[in-house]
């Protein structure tokens, strides 16, 4: 198939990678899924909304590789194919105006001499690995490659988890101490907590299956340390539980709180009516307008009915004191 009827490509990044970790930019507009003469392995960094995208990975890649790449949704995962794997990443949102639990995807096609990424929103790591590879210096093979974009998606993930165990600190300060009324904030961060986890704890088990899977450039040393980079992800994905779990108990709290309130609320209420209660009955009954009221032509009857609802009052009042009601 001609370059032109695959679709044009434009890769935000491309590289050829000698053995030495000599990273070498492309300047071909068509470039090949292969690396040239004398490179152990070729780079190529896209767009899945670049019009010619889709159409250059069904004339170069494997269909289910093909189709992998420009998914509109995807899960973390690593599933090997082949003398390929096809691996989905997702890295913390920094890009301007975003939330940074709503996490970015990057779609991965992996042979030894080739890695393919592909992404809809700026990842920043993979643009840490281009900005080291523009300057000459790339991992030495596609394990070392994927051990370093690893690396730089993990650091950003714990720094989320950081983030969000010392927001829900000095949440939970504010909320024991009665310092300040933290209450709005408790949702945002209850949701940001539940995002975060949904996408980091399959990528735990996608990074596991990845330092098992059976690459050929992976050594000892590249393996041990997608190992360790798995488990840090598992350490992340406790700490956003311990987050999600403290938030649950601070939501408890505050509910608890305003629960106790409103009772308290209430009961002050019921006593007012207890104690109103048998006044108004006094002064509805004696505000009856028909003739025979007792007291109708002397002078003192209304200072007399006011004394009187007055005493009545103060008796309940102090009968429920001492009934320790309140």
């Known amino acids: 198939m001609t370059p032109r009827a695959a679709g044009k490509v434009t890769a935000m990044a491309a590289f050829d990678v000698d053995r030495d970790g000599v990273a070498h930019p492309l300047a071909e507009d068509w470039p090949a899924p292969a690396p040239a003469d004398g490179m152990a392995y070729r780079w190529l960094h896209c767009d899945v909304a670049d019009p010619g995208f889709s159409a250059w990975t069904r004339a170069h890649l494997p269909p289910f590789a093909a189709a992998a790449l420009v998914q509109p949704e995807t899960r973390p995962r690593c599933e090997p194919h082949g003398d390929g794997l096809i691996l989905n990443l997702r890295g913390v949102n920094m890009n301007t105006g975003a939330e940074t639990d709503d996490m970015v995807s990057l779609r991965l096609w992996v042979t030894p001499s080739l890695i393919i990424s592909a992404r809809v929103r700026r990842v920043f ?6 900005q080291r590879m523009a300057a000459g210096i790339g991992p030495s093979s596609t394990a070392s490659w994927l051990c370093a974009l690893s690396k730089a998606l993990t650091d950003r993930i714990e720094q989320a988890s950081l983030d969000l165990e010392d927001a829900t600190s000095a ?9 300040a009324d933290g209450s709005t904030a408790l949702m945002p961060l209850r949701r940001q907590a539940i995002r975060l986890r949904r996408y980091v704890s399959p990528q735990r088990e996608a990074l596991e299956r990845l330092a098992g899977a059976d690459m050929p450039s992976a050594g000892t040393a590249e393996r041990t340390e997608l190992r360790e980079i798995a488990n840090r992800t598992m350490r992340s994905v406790e700490e956003l539980e311990a987050s999600a779990l403290r938030l649950q108990a601070l939501q408890d709290h505050v509910h608890a709180q305003r629960a106790e309130a409103m009772a308290r609320n209430g009961f002050v209420l019921s006593i007012v009516a207890a ?52």
Do not use: C, K
């Open 125 to 130: 790591a993979a643009d840490d690995l281009r």
């Open 171 to 179: 949440l939970e300060d504010q909320l024991m101490t009665g310092a």
């Open 275 to 326: 104690i109103f209660l048998p006044l108004g009955f006094l002064t509805g009954l004696f505000g009856v307008n028909i003739a025979g009221m007792p007291g109708a032509d002397w002078p003192w009857a209304f200072a007399a009915l006011s004394g009187g609802t007055l005493v009545i009052g103060l008796a309940l009042y102090f009968y429920f004191r001492h009934l320790r009601w309140f």
